[in-house]
């Protein structure tokens, strides 16, 4: 166990949570570049769309890699990372949803991303430690939600897609 060095915010479970954002970062990069492939019609912005998600997934690796309580600097730069791309990449996939008329998964990446943005700005601009934390999991979780659901959505749709095709 490694100890926490007197930071308050040190959660007991810290250790669980630096392998949960690895395992996370990791099916984050595997499900962008697994259906890059598969969703909407191949052009520059559908690639940049998976690529930040990527990169989203390549940061929060590196988040769980480099606990806040041993290098802050790294921690920091690669939450940032995690919390931008992120929600960048879901902005611009629910931008192409909307334009390939799928209005529901369009608007909820619209204001998931947008919602993440905002916040993961205000715990940039505000590094205030009664509201940091409010703030990172409004930056974090309204993406990630989404990502989970409508990675569902596409392994639904395309075992459904399959099975009619038999």
């Given at each position: 166990m490694r100890p926490c060095r007197g930071f308050r915010f040190c959660?007991?479970?810290h250790e669980a949570a630096d392998i949960a954002w690895?395992?996370?970062?990791?099916?984050?990069?595997?499900?962008?570049?697994?259906?890059?492939?598969?969703?909407?019609?191949?052009?520059?912005?559908?690639?940049l769309?998976?690529?930040?998600?990527?990169?989203?997934?390549?940061?929060?690796v590196?988040?769980?890699?480099?606990?806040y309580n041993l290098r802050?600097?790294?921690?920091?730069?690669?939450?940032?990372?995690?919390?931008?791309?992120g929600a960048v990449g879901v902005l611009l996939l629910g931008g192409m949803l909307r334009q390939a008329h799928r209005p529901y998964w369009g608007t909820t990446g619209i204001l998931?991303?947008?919602?993440?943005?905002?916040?993961?700005?205000?715990?940039?601009?505000?590094?205030?430690p009664y509201v940091q934390g409010l703030f990172e999991r409004i930056a974090a979780w309204p993406s990630v939600v989404w990502?989970?659901?409508?990675g569902a959505y596409i392994a639904f749709s395309t075992r459904r897609a399959y099975r009619g095709g038999r």
């Open positions: 959660s007991p479970w690895i395992v996370g970062g990791v099916c984050l990069i595997l499900g962008a570049l697994l259906n890059a492939a598969v969703v909407l019609p191949a052009d520059r912005l559908r690639s769309a998976f690529g930040v998600l990527a990169v989203s997934g390549v940061g929060l590196s988040t769980g890699f480099n606990p802050p600097a790294v921690h920091l730069l690669s939450a940032g990372t995690c919390f931008f791309c998931c991303g947008v919602t993440s943005i905002a916040s993961a700005t205000l715990t940039a601009l505000r590094p205030d990502v989970i659901c409508f």
